[in-house]
């Protein structure tokens, strides 16, 4: 996502987080990001193209190598062969965040780069190798060309914010976090975190990804964020790629179509990276 969508995500998960997971972010960030996980989230593509953590630029993404709209899916060995990638990322950084042999600095990096990439996994574009993630397709946005990766990222996004949310993303957060409570989500929030999947039986929930990280299956992998990726890759064979060449698609109806999948993912993923933080920090799942 651009710096809209990954801080509206942080913005959403600080409204969920339970009391010792509060703390530690609010602490560990300070006053450099406002205590907050909606400034903080955006600092992982700013030293991405930066020397010093230009290794951290594939831990982005992970390219699913498969043949989408006909097929879609996420193996970690096939896609994540050399492990390092976004899956792999997700799990070395959930271990350093609550590491105490690490110092603040390092554990404050490990958050944010969790911050970032709890948010990009929900990006479905992030999740496919098709097109270097959709960088190499020419489409049309409002009039100008762009990429369709970066329609996905920024483009969409940047023509809803103005009209619809006074173009703040406190807004934004504020009314994605009304649907989870008590609006259209409501009765899929729980879904969103439970991890449950047919092919991953053995572990089904944030908690049983934790115990499985404190005792790691011989495979090392973790569930959830398989499920999530998973998630955003369907959505490559479901509607990403549906459209005819030449239309806009910010004016037609890909823009109508798919609007509501992308606040649909930043709100999960958003709720998914305070359900994960709560139970590294205070062992819960459940809402607070
Ligand atoms: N580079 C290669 N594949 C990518 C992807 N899926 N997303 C972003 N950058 C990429
Ligand atoms: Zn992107
Ligand atoms: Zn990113």
């Not at 798919?258 to 205070?282: C, H, M, S, Y």
């Amino acid at each position: 996502w651009g710096a809209s969508g990954h801080q509206t995500v942080g913005y959403v998960a600080m409204q969920f987080l339970s009391p010792k997971a509060l703390e530690f972010v609010q602490t560990s960030l300070g006053s450099t990001y406002s205590h907050s996980l909606g400034p903080a989230a955006t600092w992982a593509d700013e030293v991405r193209s930066q020397s010093a953590y230009s290794w951290s630029s594939v831990l982005h993404y992970v390219d699913a190598e498969d043949d989408p709209p006909d097929s879609c899916s996420v193996e970690e060995s096939r896609d994540c062969a050399d492990g390092r990638c976004i899956l792999t990322a997700i799990a070395n950084y959930t271990s350093r965040v609550v590491d105490t042999s690490l110092s603040d600095t390092q554990r404050q990096e490990a958050l944010k780069f969790l911050d970032h990439f709890v948010g990009d996994i929900g990006q479905p574009l992030h999740v496919e190798a098709r097109a270097v993630g959709g960088n190499t397709i020419s489409v049309q946005c409002n009039g100008a060309t762009t990429n369709l990766h970066a329609l996905w990222d920024s483009g969409m996004i940047n023509r809803l914010l103005p009209g619809t949310y006074n173009n703040s993303v406190t807004n934004w957060a504020n009314t994605l976090v009304n649907r989870i409570k008590s609006g259209p989500y409501s009765s899929l929030a729980e879904s969103w975190i439970s991890c449950s999947s047919t092919t991953e039986p053995a572990r089904r929930s944030v908690e049983d990804d934790m115990l499985a990280l404190l005792h790691p299956r011989a495979d090392g992998t973790l569930a959830c964020p398989l499920v999530w990726a998973r998630d955003s890759n369907l959505l490559d064979c479901s509607t990403v790629f549906d459209y005819t060449t030449g239309e806009d698609l910010c004016t037609s109806s890909y823009y109508t179509r798919n609007i509501p999948l992308i606040e649909t993912q930043i709100a999960k993923q958003g709720f998914r990276l305070a359900a994960w933080l709560n139970v590294l920090f205070d062992g819960v799942t459940s809402l607070p």
